[in-house]
């Protein structure tokens, strides 16, 4: 599976920002789909998942209620709504793909994005 990310860039806080990750080379509806980031100096960590045909999700404490993920299996594309960004949001943001959901949840899947930058200012 390849897996582009897309959609970072520099906001605000408070401001929403959508991510989007576009998989290609194989069936996409038979992945668990996910987010993860990583702050400059720190370990990656999960951000949130989508089962593979979509409706249950599960998130970080930390962004629960503020970012919502959702997969459009015609589109082969997974996306990550934030909102009410906070400068601790700042983050290369990776999506995540594994026929595991519990891979993505443990930061171990089978494929990752390249990434995209999301930088949150007071």
């Known amino acids: 599976v390849q897996l582009q990310a897309s959609g970072g860039g520099l906001v605000q806080a408070g401001d929403s920002l959508r991510l989007s990750c576009a998989a290609s080379?194989?069936?996409?509806?038979?992945?668990?789909m996910g987010w993860s980031r990583q702050a400059p100096g720190k370990e990656r960590e999960f951000v949130g998942v989508?089962?593979?045909?979509?409706?249950?999700?599960y998130y970080a404490d930390s962004v629960k209620g503020r970012f919502t993920i959702s997969r459009d299996n015609a589109k082969n594309t997974v996306y990550l709504q934030m909102d009410s960004l906070k400068p601790e949001d700042t983050a290369v943001y990776y999506c995540?793909?594994?026929?595991?959901?519990?891979?993505?949840?443990?930061?171990?899947?089978?494929?990752w994005g390249q990434g995209t930058l999301v930088t949150v200012s007071s």
């Open positions: 995540a793909a594994d026929q595991v959901l519990h891979n993505i949840v443990e930061v171990s899947p089978a494929y």
């Open positions: 989508i089962k593979r045909r979509g409706g249950s999700t």
């Open positions: 080379g194989r069936t996409f509806s038979e992945y668990a």
